[in-house]
């Protein structure tokens, strides 16, 4: 058994492990395949940061964001450990040290974004290197189930094949569903060595607030915690700006981070947060994660956070040093319209957004919650608790009331109309409204028509959010958002059970008007980034932004977000030249990375060809030192690799003219085979 004492205590400082810490670290590196699911604030980097300075060989990190890949480089560099990162973050003297560092041999860890790994050459570089273990940090971020899916990580297992070693997953979020879709896209269904070490933060203290002047509660929250670190979680990047003016106007030392900034400002943000005391960003939900700033005191939501999942794993940047720490989540109607467009908008199958929406019913039912919020929380998570004492439920219990009636109102509604109809459909019959859509259908006709005057309508769109919170009723995707009952409404509806509901939230409910965007909200921020890519590009060049491109390839950009210039090429309004001109920088904002394309596989983007050109360069790595492995190097340049992707399969002289004599005799028939294969 290795001795991991002495660098546990040289290295990183600490005298003994935290609970759960020592086992996996055992199980990593003894070279296991390891899913470690821990709670944020647990430990979970030193999991693998540890074992890999008592391996051989390189560790592969990949890790899904350029602020926690820098942090954790950075301290470890500072505790005297050869670490690396290879980011579009990087300034070149950086990049150049991690190759130095690398071919001499001295780097331990290597931390890499999932969708370097799309690049051609990333596999090659792997083997050369003497990679021992993959570490996938935030690996939930795999699973279409969870919160943060990010599709490159599903090349990972690919990657663990293809090198044949030991991999260990760790995240802080993940259902029995999303653990169920790591095994099977991380180690091919063949259940790895599993370690579940609860949830529970219970340093931290929950809150949820229905929005009432957002602004205005931001701002009375962080002025009760003055010159303590705080973030601030905003839905979109424009909101982060003005939210972090409004906070300096009120004496704050506050900042905005998100994705559309400059690099080097990124940089700069991350920097003083790490350094300054008191400090308070307003961010995207990309901020922080990872981040070990074991001092921040409180996180508040401005907008409500995508799911549980999501929620769980932002309050958890507070209170890492185990004091305690207090968070504060807004929510409005707006926030769960948005919600659910984002889902029914999205082109995951229906059983899969059936699920979204029940997991963003799961959300608005701990914000709706009856009692203490932590049970509610861990429930979820299937962990039992008594209550906490430390949520705003527990410091003072809402006021409830029988709300059977409104809600078997509700769910009548909703029987009459055979489950075809949204909430917003369904209330004009229950206000008794003469609506066009009401006449035409013959909805005036029905016994539930009117019954419901005794409420108005933001009351009745608080009792429908209530109802979805306590998961009777759930859209239904293939159905265009409307309603469905499930199971647990039936016994209301039979009058064979009742419920309870908040009065606070129906008491307080009012009307705010609607606003239409391009796109959905979750894509508005991206959307923003490419406009301001777009605008500079015009300015430079002093040409109108539409020369650029127009609006509606800027919109079809942010929906279906590209990952690769052969993706880019397939969205309508960019052609050959501008995507050879373009497709590049766009790429970059949508992917945060750059796409390593040599210019002769540029040119082939989108097409047919090129595809064949990244199958021949596959076949090159395979044969590059003969069958056997044992030859001198050999390969083709990017340009004869190009030439051959568009040849015919049924001349073969013409690879032999193009590659010459010895390359040919090594690489010709298996470059005939590929052309033959795609014809």
Not at 52 to 79: C, F, H, K, N, Y
Not at 279 to 293: C, N, P, Q, R, S
Not at 411 to 437: M, P, Q, V, Y
């Amino acid at each position: 058994m290795f001795d991991a004492a002495p660098l546990l205590r040289d290295v990183f400082g600490f005298d003994d492990f935290r609970p759960g810490q020592e086992e996996i670290v055992d199980a990593v590196t003894l070279g296991e395949n390891v899913l470690a699911i821990m709670p944020t604030g647990g430990g979970k980097s030193l999991c693998f940061q540890l074992p890999a300075l008592m391996r051989d060989g390189v560790t592969v990190v990949i890790s899904p964001l350029i602020a926690l890949m820098r942090d954790q480089v950075r301290g470890l560099q500072e505790a005297g450990v050869e670490a690396g990162a290879l980011t579009s973050g990087n300034t070149p003297e950086e990049t150049d040290a991690v190759w130095e560092a690398l071919e001499a041999g001295r780097l331990k860890l290597l931390y890499m974004a999932p969708e370097r790994l799309a690049a051609g050459s990333a596999l090659g570089m792997l083997r050369r290197i003497n990679v021992s273990l993959i570490a996938v940090d935030e690996a939930h971020c795999v699973s279409q189930w969870g919160h943060d899916f990010r599709p490159d990580y599903l090349r990972i297992g690919e990657l663990r094949r293809a090198l044949d070693v030991p991999l260990a997953a760790f995240t802080a979020t993940a259902d029995a569903e999303t653990q169920d879709e790591i095994v099977e896209k991380l180690f091919d269904g063949t259940a790895p060595r599993k370690f579940l070490r609860g949830f529970d933060r219970p340093n931290i203290h929950l809150a949820f607030a229905a929005k009432d002047g957002p602004r205005k509660q931001v701002l009375d929250f962080a002025a009760a915690r003055k010159t303590q670190s705080g973030i601030v979680y905003c839905g979109t990047r424009n909101k982060t700006e003005v939210l972090a003016q409004a906070l300096r106007a009120e004496g704050h030392t506050a900042c905005h981070y998100h994705g559309g900034m400059d690099p080097e400002d990124r940089r700069i943000v991350e920097t003083r947060f790490a350094r300054e005391d008191g400090l308070i960003v307003v961010a995207t939900v990309a901020f922080g994660m990872g981040i070990d700033k074991p001092d921040i005191r409180w996180v508040a939501h401005a907008d409500l956070p995508k799911s549980i999942e999501a929620y769980y794993q932002e309050i958890g940047r507070a209170g890492r040093d185990g004091a305690p720490a207090e968070t504060l989540t807004l929510f409005g109607a707006d926030d769960i319209r948005l919600r659910r467009s984002q889902i029914d908008e999205g082109l995951a199958p229906s059983d899969r957004r059936m699920a979204d929406h029940a997991r963003l019913n799961a959300l608005l039912g701990l914000a709706e919650a009856l009692a203490c919020r932590r049970q509610t929380l861990l429930g979820y998570f299937g962990e039992q608790t008594e209550p906490c004492g430390k949520c705003d439920l527990c410091d003072s219990p809402p006021e409830v009331f029988d709300g059977t009636t409104p809600v078997r109102m509700a769910l009548s509604a909703i029987l009459r109309t055979e489950e075809w109809f949204g909430a917003g459909h369904l209330i004009d019959i229950l206000l008794g409204n003469e609506t066009d859509k009401i006449r035409a259908r013959r909805h005036d006709n029905l016994s539930t028509y009117g019954i419901g005057k005794d409420w108005s309508r933001p009351q009745w769109q608080a009792i429908f959010r209530q109802m979805m919170g306590h998961d009777l009723v759930r859209p239904d995707p293939d159905r265009h958002g409307a309603l469905r009952m499930t199971e647990a409404a039936k016994p209301i509806l039979k009058g064979e059970a009742q419920i309870n509901l908040r009065k606070d939230t129906i008491r307080k409910a009012t009307r705010r008007p609607a606003v239409k965007e391009m796109v959905s909200e979750e894509d508005a921020p991206l959307l923003s980034a490419l406009k301001a890519k777009r605008r500079a590009l015009a300015e430079s060049a002093r040409v109108p932004a539409y020369v650029i491109f127009p609006d509606r390839t800027l919109i079809e950009m942010a929906e279906t977000r590209p990952a690769t210039l052969d993706d880019m090429a397939r969205i309508s309004g960019i052609g050959a030249k501008k995507l050879e001109r373009y497709g590049a920088t766009f790429l970059e904002v949508l992917t945060g990375a750059v796409e390593e394309l040599h210019p002769a596989r540029r040119k082939l983007a989108g097409r047919d060809q090129g595809e064949i050109y990244d199958r021949l360069l596959e076949v090159q790595s395979q044969l590059s030192r003969g069958p056997d492995g044992i030859d001198k190097p050999l390969t083709c340049t990017a340009s004869q690799l190009a030439k051959v992707a568009q040849l015919r399969s049924d001349d073969p002289r013409a690879i032999e003219q193009v590659l010459g004599d010895r390359r040919h005799e090594r690489f010709g028939a298996a470059f005939l085979d590929v052309l033959r294969m795609a014809s």
